[in-house]
């Protein structure tokens, strides 16, 4: 499986993104895709999860209400939407496929494919 991110860009706080993570291989569909991201000088964190079925997401504390996590299977596609961006929000954002338990499904050693990153940049 390869992953392709993109969508990343600068915004103004309060702005809206939606990144997007394209994936080749037959068997994306079977894969729990997660979200994560590295702000600058900080170590990469889990931003959002969502199950192959795209039945069960989950998110981190600081951004839900704000991010929502989707998935078109039939396009080998995971979509992140990013709704009043905060500059705390600034990172190089990566796509990740896997097969984590539930009680695993933070940790990015779970996750097998890496997409490349892209870099939300939420400044005024």
């Known amino acids: 499986v390869q992953l392709q991110a993109s969508g990343g860009g600068l915004v103004q706080p309060g702005g809206s993104l939606r990144l997007s993570c394209a994936a080749s291989g037959d068997t994306f569909n079977s894969y729990t895709v997660g979200w994560f991201r590295q702000p600058p000088g900080k170590e990469r964190e889990p931003v959002s999860v969502?199950?192959?079925?795209?039945?069960?997401?989950y998110y981190r504390d600081s951004v839900k209400g704000r991010f929502t996590i989707s998935r078109d299977n039939a396009k080998n596609t995971v979509f992140l939407q990013m709704n009043s961006l905060e500059p705390e929000d600034t990172a190089v954002y990566y796509c990740?496929?896997?097969?984590?338990?539930?009680?695993?499904?933070?940790?990015?050693?779970?996750?097998?494919?890496w997409g490349q990153g892209t870099l939300v940049t939420v400044s005024s």
């Open positions: 990740a496929a896997g097969r984590p338990i539930l009680s695993a499904i933070w940790s990015d050693q779970m996750y097998y494919y």
């Open positions: 969502i199950r192959s079925s795209g039945g069960r997401t």
